[in-house]
């Protein structure tokens, strides 16, 4: 059932996607894990994915996304279990010849089955990419309320990241993640623990209009919800296959 609602949900942003003007592009992956930050937010079960976006001349850029989820709500506390995650997001980017660029903006994480669970952050990057291809980057992200009104009053929270891109020969990449999850939501004792890195090991490879990527990651420290797969941390392996339409030549 997860996953056919996700399929339907993906169908409908392709559909979207196939009457829009140019400049507007639409990616679709399918996931073993949704992991988010070492955190998996489908209880260690596959997701469907799918993102509508436009990328204006300027810089500006504005875009959709969508996935299933499974937080395992219970239905006892008076809180819907939603199924669909929908994030909205714009920012301005600008790549300078010498290969830095520059990326702000904000996102809306938003569950249509219980919007509770509401929440924005704001980022600020930048990075380089050198003329060998090999690509730095970091980024800042802060959002006033992480996890929205599901926490008890106003719960901030900061995500700060770090990624290393290597081209291979035959069309292979490597990825290097670590990232850093602080601020007063995490010293609230969300699972029990505080403050913590995650970090990603990730192997690309593209097969003509798909990318695929292995990617292993581990979620540091953080203690998983006992005798659940829900908001797994356990060190684990993922697997995707992702296309960008319109295709072209």
């Known amino acids: ?11 409908g942003l392709l559909a979207v996607a196939g009457t829009t003007q140019a400049g507007v592009t639409t990616t679709w992956t399918a996931v073993s894990d949704y992991d988010f930050r070492g955190i998996s937010q489908t209880a260690q079960d596959p ?11 300027s810089g500006w850029y504005i875009g ?3 996935s299933n989820i499974d937080f ?3 239905e ?10 929908t994030d909205f997001y714009t920012g301005f980017t600008k790549t300078l010849e010498s290969g830095l660029n520059f990326d702000v903006g904000g996102v809306l994480y938003a569950y249509p089955q219980e919007s509770l669970f509401n929440y924005y952050e704001l980022y600020a990057g930048a990075g380089i990419t050198a003329k060998n291809g090999i690509s730095l980057k970091g980024k800042f992200f802060y959002s006033p309320d ?3 009104d599901a926490t008890d009053g ?7 990241t770090a990624d290393m891109g290597i081209p291979l020969p035959k069309n292979l990449s490597l990825s290097l993640h670590v990232g850093y999850s602080f601020g007063d939501y995490w010293d609230g004792g969300f699972l029990e623990n505080s403050n913590y890195f995650d970090y990603a090991v990730g192997l690309g490879y593209t097969a003509g209009k798909f990318s695929l990527a292995l990617k ?11 005798g659940s797969n829900l908001f797994s941390t356990d060190s684990k392996v993922v697997f995707s296959v992702a296309t960008t339409f319109p295709w072209g030549e």
């Open 1 to 11: 059932m997860k996953l056919i609602r996700g399929a339907a949900l993906i169908l």
């Open 47 to 57: 997701a469907l994915q799918g993102s509508i976006d436009y990328a204006h001349d």
């Open 64 to 66: 959709a996304w969508a």
């Open 72 to 74: 395992g709500v219970d």
């Open 76 to 85: 006892s506390t008076g809180v819907d279990d939603p199924k669909i995650e």
């Open 146 to 148: 992480f996890g929205g």
């Open 154 to 160: 106003d719960t901030p929270a900061e995500y700060i």
């Open 216 to 226: 292993y990651i581990d979620g540091s420290d953080l203690e998983d919800v006992p």
